[in-house]
């Protein structure tokens, strides 16, 4: 089903009956990486998961978007839809917004799962800056000698040759990525009041199991269980068990 907001196009799914369940899927992703989830959930709940704008077969933005962007259309979502309040599940980039909607609007929000969620900076080491910096001094040497016309094609065939594997391919969200993920949401944590359960990937490379250990301890009530050899994709690849676990935490919706 398409819901329009703000001039945009908005793709999401709804099925079954009960307490209100919003899915928030990754970067790069869409409503359908979830859905074995969805499909698990509907069964007990009235579950929604929705296409990010730029992701999926939502309207992409207009210009670059950042993650309080992304939180403000989520709440025009929870209004077009009549969902005063429900619990969230979302991994990875969908935990940033998830974070600060939970923080601004604490009355909408039940109870909160983050999945291998993003939203805190890593450590800066050396190696990270020389990389940055290496990468800066190419674009500017490679754009220096091409020509103007050329510009666009030139850069990205770049992109892809020297970006990382989600810069190479955001494409014309490129912009909103690096917007993103430069933003460091630590300082919300501590004004987290909807109860809170972490899972992780002890393998996870994305965003390390040091963020979820971090969250559990600066997120007032907050959990944390780890999936011991699964990666980013935690849920999937421990589906059953994931089933299991937000089962026992939404019981006290029911």
């Given amino acids: 089903m398409l819901l329009k907001i703000d001039n945009m ?3 999401y799914k709804t099925a079954g009956n009960g307490e209100k369940v919003v ?3 990754g970067w790069g992703g869409c409503a359908d990486s979830f859905l074995p989830v969805f499909n698990y959930l509907s069964t007990k709940y009235n579950v929604y998961a929705l296409d990010f704008p730029g992701f999926g077969q939502s309207t992409r933005p207009d210009e670059p978007w950042g993650v309080s962007d992304y939180k403000d259309m989520l709440y025009k979502f929870f209004d077009c839809l ?4 429900a619990s969230i599940i979302s991994h990875s980039f969908g935990g940033r917004v998830s974070i600060m909607f939970a923080v601004e609007h604490p009355d909408r929000v039940e109870k909160m799962v983050l999945v291998d969620s993003a939203g805190l900076l890593p450590k800066r080491t050396f190696k990270y800056y020389f990389k940055i910096y290496k990468f800066k001094l190419m674009k500017k040497i490679f754009t220096a000698f091409t020509p103007k016309d050329k510009m666009n094609e030139r850069l990205e065939k770049f992109y892809n040759r020297y970006g990382s594997k989600d810069y190479k391919e955001s494409g014309k969200m490129r912009q909103t990525f690096v917007k ?3 933003q460091d949401l630590r300082e919300y944590l501590p004004r987290i009041k909807a109860s809170t359960l972490l899972i992780w990937g002890d393998e996870d490379k994305a965003t390390p199991l040091e963020f979820g250990k971090i969250m559990e301890k600066e997120i007032p009530d907050a959990g944390l269980v780890v999936f011991k050899g699964a990666g980013h994709f935690s849920y999937l690849e421990r589906l059953n068990d994931f089933d299991i676990i937000i089962s026992k935490f939404f019981e006290g919706n029911e």
């Fill in 82 to 85: 009549n969902i005063d309040k």
């Fill in 9 to 11: 196009d908005i793709f």
């Fill in 180 to 182: 993103v993920v430069n």
């Fill in 23 to 25: 899915l928030l899927h």
